[in-house]
C-alpha cells in the first residue's frame, strides 16, 4: 500500500523555467510533509517542509504548496538551473517522525 | 562534525554471510533512523531509536535483522545469514531533539550491499 506516490517518473525543463514536481499521499493523520533531493552516490538531502497547518512554505527558488483536501502537495522550483538535476523525493510523517517517502522524480534541467 | 557518516560505503559478500554496518549521527541528535533503499524506489522506513531506546522496527525488519545503539550515539545494523533480496542501499539519518513530526532528518550517504 503506496501511502504516498509520485506519479511522474520523469520531468525534463528548459533552464530558466520553472519546474514543478508533484506528490499525491492517502493518509489524512500525516502531518508534516518534506522534500528532498538525491545524487547518485549520495544520500538525501533536505530541500523544504511544510507543516500541515500550512499550505505554502517557501526557500529561495524552492516553494512548497500543500492542498490538504486533496492530499496533494507540490514543489516549485523558479528558475530551475541544471545544477537541480536530481532525483527528488517527497516524504510524509507522522507521530514518531519516520518518514514515508515517494517512489521519486527524476527533474533534468536541460542549458 | 560535518554531517551523517557510515562505514563501510560498499560491502559485497556471499549469501548466508553476516554483515554489519556502521552509523554516526551529527552530534547531539538523539534521534536515529534507518532506511532500505532499492533500485527505482524511494526509502523505506525500517527502525528508530531515541537516544539508546529502539522504539519502532518496521515489519521488514525480519529476524535476520537486528540495530543497536549501545551509547546513545552511533549505531549498528547486522543482517545475519544475508539474502540476495537483501541487496540494496542501507541508509543512516538523524534528527535533533524537538517535536518528534517536526524535525527534518539529515541522511548518510549509504551503504550500498551487494549479496553474491
Known amino acids: 500500500d503506496q501511502q504516498v506516490k509520485q506519479n511522474s517518473p520523469s520531468l525534463s525543463v528548459q533552464e530558466g523555467r520553472i519546474s514543478i514536481l508533484n506528490c499525491d499521499y492517502t493518509?489524512?493523520?500525516?502531518?508534516?510533509f518534506l522534500w528532498y533531493k538525491k545524487y547518485p552516490a549520495e544520500g538525501p538531502t533536505f530541500l523544504i517542509s511544510?507543516?500541515?497547518?500550512?499550505d505554502k512554505n517557501e526557500d529561495g527558488r524552492f516553494t512548497v504548496f500543500l492542498n490538504k483536501s486533496a492530499k496533494h502537495l507540490s514543489l516549485h522550483i523558479v528558475p530551475s538551473q541544471p545544477g537541480d538535476s536530481a532525483v527528488y523525493f517527497c516524504?510524509?510523517?507522522?507521530?514518531?517522525?519516520?518518514?514515508?517517502f515517494g517512489q521519486g522524480t527524476t527533474l533534468q534541467v536541460k542549458p | 562534525d560535518t554531517g551523517v557518516s557510515q562505514d563501510p560505503r560498499h560491502k559485497i559478500t556471499k549469501r548466508g554471510q553476516n554483515v554489519t554496518f556502521r552509523c554516526d549521527p551529527i552530534?547531539?541528535?538523539?534521534?536515529l533512523y534507518w532506511y532500505r533503499q532499492t533500485l527505482g524506489q524511494g526509502p523505506e522506513f525500517l527502525t528508530y531509536?531515541?537516544?539508546?531506546?529502539?522504539?519502532?522496527k518496521s515489519r521488514l525488519l525480519s529476524d535476520r535483522f537486528s540495530a543497536e545503539r549501545p551509547k546513545g550515539s552511533f549505531s549498528t545494523l547486522e543482517i545475519q545469514r544475508t539474502e540476495q533480496g537483501d541487496s540494496a542501499m542501507y541508509l543512516c539519518?538523524?534528527?535533533?531533539?524537538?517535536?518528534?513530526?517536526?524535525?527534518?532528518?539529515?541522511f548518510g550517504p549509504g551503504t550500498r550491499l551487494t549479496v553474491l
Open positions: 516524504a510524509a510523517s507522522q507521530d514518531t517522525g519516520k518518514l514515508i
Open positions: 539519518a538523524s534528527s535533533p531533539r524537538g517535536p518528534s513530526s517536526y524535525n527534518e532528518q539529515f
Open positions: 531509536f531515541q537516544n539508546e531506546a529502539q522504539l519502532e
Open positions: 552530534s547531539e541528535h538523539n534521534r
Open positions: 493518509n489524512s493523520m500525516f502531518d508534516y
Open positions: 511544510i507543516s500541515s497547518i500550512k
